[in-house]
């Protein structure tokens, strides 16, 4: 039996004030019945998760080395020092942003589990590979190569993130979100044995809010969400905790 998961990206926002914002949400968490992930900027892990009792602490991104001359970086271990206990990696605007491979991100997530830290990776296709029907070739190329050949299934969660869907208030239709679970779930079984395959999360993210929340968790290979604008503010965000902890 999967946990529901939601997990909030703050992105580049959240300074040192805002922790009233966390620990309202860290209050309102306290009773939900799913795993509450904060993925802050990694200048505020620290302070917040001494604060916080409830939720979990991610960070945004690792880099593919232990440590290093990588001016500017931030490694699995530091976060894991910081008091997080999750990654993200592979969000589409490191890949887009960033040039970040597949390749590089399943180093990423290898050196994250290595620091005992849970990964949450990112997969998610363009509009132009929408409308052009690739979503699923893109989707399973992205999940072969982002993963380690050897994984234990509690330490990994898929965030299913449509580029076109994060930031526009767009989603896709119901029928798309529960094709491309669906279809991450058999790829997960076949690659990974039926045991590993059906333990991993896979959440699903894109202009996830209050309103859209209850009928896309309720699609039955959606886990969770992984909220991005909605999660910063505790009013917006609470809802799609209670609601993620029914589905
Ligand atoms: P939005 O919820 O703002 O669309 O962002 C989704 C996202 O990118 C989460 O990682």
């Known amino acids: 039996m999967r946990r529901p998961i939601a997990a909030g990206n703050w992105k580049m926002n959240g300074l040192k004030k805002h922790k009233d914002e966390i620990l309202d949400i860290d209050n309102a968490s306290r009773k939900a019945n799913c795993d509450v992930i904060l993925c802050v900027p990694s200048t505020i892990i620290s302070e917040i998760s ?21 001016t500017g970086d931030i490694s699995a271990e530091m976060l894991k020092d910081a008091g997080a206990s999750h990654v993200i990696v592979g969000h589409s605007e490191r890949r887009v942003n960033y040039g970040e491979t597949n390749n590089n991100i399943r180093t990423k997530t290898q050196i994250a589990l290595e620091n005992d830290l849970k990964a949450i990776v990112c997969i998610g296709e363009t509009l132009s590979e929408r409308e052009d029907g690739t979503t699923l070739d893109v989707i399973k190329k992205q999940l072969i190569e982002s993963l380690p050949t050897e994984i234990i299934g509690e330490n990994i969660i898929v965030a299913y993130e449509p580029i076109w869907a994060i930031g526009t208030g767009l989603t896709p239709t119901i029928h798309q979100i529960t094709e491309v679970h669906d279809f991450i779930r058999v790829e997960l079984v076949q690659s990974f044995g039926n045991d590993t395959g059906q333990s991993i999360n896979i959440l699903y993210g894109g202009s996830m809010n209050a309103k859209n929340v209850k009928e896309i968790s309720a699609i039955l290979n959606v886990d969770g969400g992984l909220v991005g604008g909605a999660s910063l503010k505790a009013d917006s965000f609470v809802p799609i905790i209670n609601a993620l902890g029914k589905s």
């Open 50 to 70: 001494k604060i916080t009792k409830n939720i979990f602490m991610g960070g945004q991104n690792c880099h593919t080395e232990k440590n290093g001359a990588f």
